[in-house]
């Protein structure tokens, strides 16, 4: 028995070697027996991935008390073209229903989380939902009223907020867009990738939610709300030690979008 309990069985066990190979630190090897085993004082260098349960071809390696026989099995993935289309329709929404997104498709949303890839596998990040109408109100109201003040004292201190200035001042919810939902992320300061993770997570997390009919935008307002009134890190309970990566604003949407767009052709190159 080892810490990360790396088990084989060795009735099933091909001694193909694969896990052995998938291993990115490096840290399994044949044992004598041609079963793979962990190399002695490795334990700390496993960045946790599972890698070597996920790609043994006989479901016979398991790692942290994990049964091979509880992962999703490998499957067809959906059609290129259902990704395509997915990709091309999604479009930042602007405009939601007053009313929470139902309880079920919120927990779809958040046990997605999980997969989602960081740097060296780190998986810190802090997911801080905004779960309901009435709280994202209270936060909307309180954030827009110290807006609207400081249109009036201090505009200077808004930078990008002055596009929306005449908005501004006629009450509507630029910032926040109205939407019933938040969701902010945040990464340990002293995680490999803070400043990635955050942004990869809420990618992912905007294509499933639009694949389930939502609405998302990402919200460099909002974030940009956490700089200048930090109180706000304290209200979504970003915890000590972390900082805030983005915003994504979400709800069910109130408007439709009947095609995609047409966009400029983006600058590639290929390097010879
Ligand atoms: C990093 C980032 C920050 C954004 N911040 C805001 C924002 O604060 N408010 C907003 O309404 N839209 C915001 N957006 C949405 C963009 O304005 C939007 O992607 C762009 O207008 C194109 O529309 P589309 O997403 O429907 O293709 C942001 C998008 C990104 C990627």
């Not at 890839?117 to 109100?137: C, E, I, K, Q, S």
């Not at 009919?213 to 970003?238: K, N, Q």
Request: neutral net charge; glycine residues 8%; proline residues 8%.
């Amino acid at each position: 028995m080892n810490g990360l309990k790396f088990e084989v069985d060795s009735q099933k066990c091909v001694r193909c070697g694969a896990c052995i190979r998938d291993c990115a630190p490096g840290i399994l090897a044949s044992g004598e027996d041609g079963l793979p085993v962990l190399l002695p004082g490795s334990e700390a260098r496993c960045t946790r991935c599972q890698h070597c349960l996920a790609v043994c071809p006989a479901g016979a390696v398991s790692i942290f008390g994990r049964n091979p026989a509880d992962s999703t099995p490998a499957g067809n993935l959906p059609e290129p073209e259902s990704m395509l289309r997915l990709i091309r329709l999604r479009r930042s929404c602007r405009s939601y229903q007053r009313k929470n997104v139902d309880a079920e498709t919120l927990d779809q949303l958040k046990s997605m989380l999980a997969w989602v890839p960081t740097g060296v596998n780190n998986h810190r990040l802090d997911f801080a939902f905004v779960d309901d109408l009435a709280v994202m109100d209270e936060i909307r109201n309180s954030v827009n009223a110290r807006i609207l003040e400081r249109m009036n004292s201090a505009p200077e201190t808004l930078g990008g907020l002055l596009r929306y200035r005449e908005q501004v001042l006629a009450g509507k919810d630029v910032i926040f867009r109205g939407a019933p939902h938040m969701l902010v992320v945040s990464a340990p300061e002293d995680s490999p990738c803070p400043a990635y993770d955050p942004t990869i997570a809420l990618s992912y997390f905007e294509l499933y939610a639009q694949s389930l009919g939502l609405g998302t935008v990402w919200c460099g307002l909002a974030a940009a709300m956490f700089s200048l009134f930090p109180d706000l890190g304290e209200r979504v309970g970003i915890p000590a030690g972390y900082r805030l990566g983005y915003v994504m604003l979400f709800g069910p949407a109130a408007v439709r979008y009947p095609r995609a767009t047409q966009p400029e052709p983006v600058r590639i190159h290929s390097v010879c």
